[in-house]
DNA sequence: CGCTGTTTAGCTTTCA
DNA sequence: TGAAAGCTAAACAGCG
């Protein structure tokens, strides 16, 4: 017998999680991140059972957001003002769920507190830089002697920077293989950041999605851009293709 | 002021 | 049956 379609609950509720249905919202986006706007509206377009006691379930959707490390909170860049920052899913959060399923995950995501640290360390910087590249042309906004100019933060780098990329999602290899090194493992050497060599306009959840943890990279667009291609070659289109098709088998 | 985001708490459901 | 995952409620702070 098929299975329903998302579309077929009706005003039943549907048997995904808060996560499930989030991560959904998120990976149906081309920028693989939303706002929480944007989110909500995903939900309620697709199951009609959301249409109603709307307070309950977004508390409990803020809430998900909140506590899961599995979600990452990106800050809205200056050219894109707003209410409320953009959410994306931790690239190492890719598989999560039982065989594939968004019905329920294997366990909960958890980064360890180094690791936590290291993202919101990152994220910071990525903030900085969004600042430098956003602000505009000294010529192109009369000088105004109370503002103070932005003086660029510093960003750590370290001499050899590994973009780990998640193993394909959604399938039954990679819920039982090892993760064992491979060389799906990209070593760059980045070199020492200046104004020539980073490269505006790229967004985090870009950076990110492309399973490329440390912003150190931005010191090195030769790198960044290979570590990108090899990732959508191999990994991040079939992956997220992978989930886009689960979730509307489901 | 309403929306967004964080946190805590208590409960139910699911799984090993 | 205990632990983990998930759901709900609520309080509160910050921001646009």
């Known amino acids: 017998m098929p299975r329903p379609s998302r579309e077929s609950y009706g005003d039943q509720k549907p048997p995904y999680s808060y996560i499930s249905l989030t991560a959904m919202a998120i990976w149906n986006s081309p920028e693989k ?10 939900i309620t377009d697709r199951f009609p059972y959301y249409r109603k006691n709307t307070q309950r379930w977004q508390n409990s959707l803020r809430h998900n957001l909140s506590f899961n490390d599995c979600f990452i909170k990106i800050p809205r860049q200056p050219d894109r003002p707003g209410k409320g920052a953009y959410w994306a899913l931790h ?3 890719f598989d999560m769920f039982v065989n594939g399923s968004l019905l329920r995950r294997r366990k909960r995501f958890k980064l360890l507190k180094s690791d936590k640290e290291i993202l919101e360390n990152e994220l910071a910087a990525l903030t900085n830089i969004n600042r430098i590249f956003f602000q505009p042309p000294p010529d192109a906004v009369p000088s105004n002697p109370n503002l103070t100019p932005v003086e660029p933060m510093e960003v750590k780098t370290t001499t050899e920077t590994t973009c780990i990329r998640p193993k394909r999602a959604f399938t039954i290899e990679s819920l039982i293989s090892d993760d064992k ?3 799906n493992n990209l070593t760059i050497t980045p070199v020492q950041p200046s104004a020539t060599h ?3 306009h790229v967004h985090p959840a870009w950076l990110l999605n492309s399973g ?5 990279a931005f010191a090195n667009p030769a790198a960044l851009i290979q570590s990108s291609q090899m990732y959508h070659e191999s990994y991040g289109l079939a992956a997220s293709e992978d989930l886009f098709r689960v979730s509307h088998q489901l």
Do not use: G
């Open 91 to 93: 690239p190492a959060a």
């Open 198 to 200: 980073l490269i505006p």
């Open 33 to 42: 991140m939303l706002p929480l706007s944007e989110i909500y509206k995903f």
């Open 181 to 183: 090194p491979s060389n």
């Open 212 to 216: 490329c943890y440390d912003l150190a």
